[in-house]
């Protein structure tokens, strides 16, 4: 069509079917206008030249792919002049080769495997390709290998199909504040099997039948300030039972991300590795189910200031519903500024897994921790508002670390029962306070094992009535350990050897002895000081201070009054080698009844 240089010529097609073995239409400087064709050719369907127009279509008809049809072997439509596509469809090896000038209203260009250009509603644009998808599902079957970016450029997009990203893809989802993508039926939503970021800027994703999303065990899925939904209303028969998000591979969910589901909000397959970070997640059953295996690997990390929360008085699934459910043998990590809310429990340590806590906090209306494998509460708070703590079978429960700064504040477990209730195990207590209505713990339900060096003491306070916290102990007899050396002489029986565990210093008398006890008091390298006028040892008893690490450590016995004694002595007293007696005025005052046996001892 006006092959010279200089002429310009309108044609216009109204219906037609060309056939031809190079080029179905060549136009160089013309205007070609199709309302109707179908082109089969050899070469290019259309050449355009610089100084052509070609318009194919009406701008005010809804586009339609049956009323042109442009095939061309090589290019459907090769322009390098202006080209209006408002309808009609084309193919070739390279569909569209040049620039596209207009298309209709809320219309972009779909690129199919670059063979296939129709057009669509502008639901999604591909950054990288420059095409637009009406299909979440079509747009992730046309992405580069590495690094294709598709922004959802709708509002509001409504999905019939399952979206799936294949292996060895990589897309990033943008999603913006106002798009909700809404999948329907049981298809579900979106399967990753390649590494998909969904970036969402608190625009929302949503299924209503299957899972949300799947990321299965070769996909890695990073969502990022996203609001993902499942809204499928469940009874006790329901099939379907979607959650929001089943991981098998590697899924970090981050930065304000929300989780909201009437089933299960994330479930961590065996071979999944789940991290939520400061993220918001709230279901009907179990908010996070973990069922992986590895007890040195956490499956499920919480951290950062998450929110999880069960609120299961509409659900019929499970009377067990928990926020935190451990199926198996794996690990459950839960720590930051996290809290975990539950209607049920906050926590279920079901098999032999392990669950630790640190900084979290956790309030049940039954129990905040219900265990049968390994519990550390590092940090953090555990209370339940109507049952136990923390409770179990068998299990080891492990509370603070040995290596922190001794706190009675924290870690704090409280029940509306008991603090913590076992049967059988052992509970470590290291650190923190164990209250309960109507006792902390029972002290022969399990082996306790308090901090080395440390002991248990029992009090009250008017909220719960029985509580348990460390202090650290200064004396021994045997392996029962004492707060204060009057402790450990008042349980002493007869020839009783009491060992010193620590220095101590006092204003009044440490070691007073009365006239009717007989003891062996083993200094271990240790110093007693008093800083007052007291002496440091009041004997009316039978007493025998030893040092048995007199060949690598001198005891000290030491007052630094100026006006009292080290030692008042009114009954029996050995002093044996390896001990230092310093004062500042006397040293020892053997009163009228005393009888002193000084051997090997040094007196300054």
Same mark, same amino acid.
């Given at each position: ?112 495997? *670059? ?12 950054? @990288? ?16 290998? @590495? ?57 929302? &994703? ?38 929001? &998000? ?106 032999? *897994? ?19 494998? @390994? ?69 022969? /339900? ?45 349980? /002493? ?112």
């Amino acid at each position: 069509v006006d092959e010279s240089t200089t002429g310009t010529t309108t044609v216009n097609i109204n219906t037609a079917t060309i056939n031809a073995g190079t080029h179905g239409i060549k136009a160089n400087m013309a205007k070609v206008n199709i309302t109707a064709v179908e082109i089969n050719a050899g070469a290019y369907g259309i050449l355009v030249g610089d100084n052509a127009t070609l318009t194919l279509g009406n701008s005010s008809n809804t586009p339609n792919e049956t009323r042109i049809k442009i095939n061309g072997t090589t290019r459907g439509v090769s322009s390098t002049g202006t080209f209006n596509f408002y309808d009609g469809k084309i193919c070739g090896t390279d569909a569209i080769n040049g620039t596209v000038t207009s298309v209709p209203t809320n219309y972009g260009v779909q690129t199919v495997k *670059g063979e296939i250009a129709t057009l669509v509603i502008k639901n999604y644009y591909n950054n @990288t390709t420059g095409s637009y998808f009406a299909e979440l599902s079509v747009a992730l079957d046309n992405v580069n290998t @590495t690094g294709d970016i598709i922004e959802a450029s709708a509002k509001t997009i409504s999905e019939t199909k399952t979206a799936t990203l294949e292996a060895g893809n990589t897309v990033t989802l943008k999603l913006n504040s106002s798009t909700i993508i809404s999948f329907s039926g049981t298809s579900g939503g979106i399967v990753n099997n390649g590494k998909l970021t969904i970036s969402g800027n608190s625009g929302t &994703i949503t299924a209503s039948g299957k899972n949300t999303i799947t990321n299965n065990s070769d996909g890695v899925l990073n969502v990022n300030k996203a609001v993902l939904k499942n809204t499928e209303t469940l009874t006790s028969n329901t099939t379907a039972k979607g959650k929001v &998000i089943y991981n098998a591979g590697t899924c970090t969910c981050s930065n304000s991300t929300t989780i909201t589901s009437n089933y299960r909000g994330v479930e961590n397959s065996a071979t999944g590795i789940l991290t939520i970070n400061s993220c918001t997640i709230t279901s009907k059953e179990y908010a996070v189910l973990n069922r992986t295996t590895s007890s040195s690997t956490a499956g499920v990390t919480i951290t950062g200031s998450s929110k999880v929360t069960i609120n299961d008085t509409a659900s019929t699934e499970s009377s067990s519903n928990s926020a935190v459910y451990n199926y198996s043998t794996g690990k459950v990590l839960v720590s930051g500024s996290t809290t975990i809310n539950s209607t049920n429990c906050g926590i279920v340590n079901n098999s032999t *897994g392990t669950v630790e806590v640190d900084g979290a906090t956790i309030v049940a209306t039954s129990y905040g921790i219900y265990s049968n494998g @390994t519990v550390k509460v590092i940090s953090g708070s555990v209370k339940s508002e109507s049952n136990h703590g923390i409770g179990g079978n068998n299990q080891i429960v492990t509370i603070g670390s040995s290596s922190a700064t001794l706190s009675n504040t924290n870690p704090i477990i409280m029940g509306e029962l008991k603090g913590i209730y076992m049967s059988g195990g052992t509970l470590q207590f290291y650190n923190g306070i164990i209250k309960g209505k109507k006792v902390a713990y029972d002290e022969t /339900a399990q082996t306790v094992v308090p901090r080395t060096g440390y002991m248990v003491v029992w009090d009250s306070e008017s909220t719960y009535t029985s509580i348990a916290y460390l202090e650290q102990a200064i004396a021994a007899i045997g392996t029962t350990q004492y707060s204060t050396i009057a402790e450990a002489v008042e349980a /002493a029986k007869s020839g009783d050897e009491i060992d010193l565990l620590r220095n101590a210093t006092s204003e009044n008398t440490l070691l007073d002895v009365p006239s009717t006890k007989n003891v062996i008091f083993d200094l271990n390298g240790y110093t007693l000081k008093s800083t007052g006028t007291s002496p440091v040892v009041n004997n009316n008893g039978t007493l025998t201070i030893k040092n048995s690490k007199s060949s690598t450590q001198t005891a000290v016995l030491n007052s630094t009054s100026t006006s009292g004694y080290t030692i008042k002595n009114n009954g029996t007293l050995t002093l044996q080698t390896g001990i230092n007696v310093e004062s500042s005025y006397k040293g020892i005052y053997n009163d009228t009844s005393g009888c002193l046996t000084i051997n090997g001892t040094t007196i300054n």
